[in-house]
T-cell receptor, first 114, second 111 residues
């Protein structure tokens, strides 16, 4: 089954404790991205990747890191999480760079930083 | 930069009522326009899309027409069902391939 898989689905952590949210897709897509969803703000892009070893900042990159060592994986790293990073996170992938191409989303990771 | 303005929610309707969710956008160039739906506890999934002016996207009884003159992409359905209860997001994809989302509209349909 074609899918984007995120782990974990739920995470509660303490301020300053490094964490990684994994994202994997099995559709051989070149483009992958991370979004955060906050009430009243919709989804905002954190980082994106056009292909292996190619990443760039989205609209809200502060406090996050990413890497793209393999085509299928695009982990999101929070080196020192803070309470304002409490949010619902989504990973997405799409097959090419065309503007008409739809994105496929994972089921989301709900992160709480206390 | 690109932006999407979406009708504020929440919206509560009775089953079989007519639905409209307004969406307007600001963008340079020739964006593609999308409606995504998020059911409880799930990720977003594409509902419909339109890639050029005057295109009409449709799926599952939902429709939206890409209106360049009014920069709008309003979502409509003639008769909603309880199973349509979800959050609906309008989005555009511009030249940088980045999706820009509206704030989302929570729809609840009562039996």
């Amino acid at each position: 089954e074609a899918q984007v898989t995120q782990n974990p689905r739920y995470l509660i952590t303490v301020t300053g404790k490094k964490l990684t949210v994994t994202c994997s897709q099995n559709m051989n897509h070149e483009y992958m991205s991370w979004y955060r969803q906050d009430p009243g703000l919709g989804l905002r892009q954190i980082y994106y990747s056009m292909n292996v070893e190619v990443t760039d900042k989205g609209d809200v990159p502060e406090g996050y890191k990413v890497s793209r060592k393999e085509k299928r994986n695009f982990p999101l790293i929070l080196e020192s999480p803070s309470p304002n990073q409490t949010s619902l996170y989504f990973c997405a992938s799409s097959p090419n760079r065309g503007v008409e191409t739809e994105a496929f989303f994972g089921q989301g990771t709900r992160l709480t930083v206390v | 930069g690109n932006s999407v303005t979406q009708m504020e929610g929440p919206v509560t309707l009775s089953e079989e009522a007519f639905l409209t969710i307004n969406c307007t956008y600001t963008a340079t160039g020739y964006p593609s326009l999308f409606w995504y739906v998020q059911y409880p506890g799930e990720g977003l999934q594409l509902l419909l899309k339109a890639t050029k002016a005057d295109d009409k996207g449709s799926n599952k009884g939902f429709e939206a027409t890409y209106r360049k003159e009014t920069t709008s992409f309003h979502l409509e359905k003639g008769s909603v069902q309880v199973s349509d209860s979800a959050v609906y997001f309008c989005a555009l994809s511009g030249s940088a391939r980045q999706l820009t989302f509206g704030s989302g509209t929570q729809l609840t349909v009562l039996p």
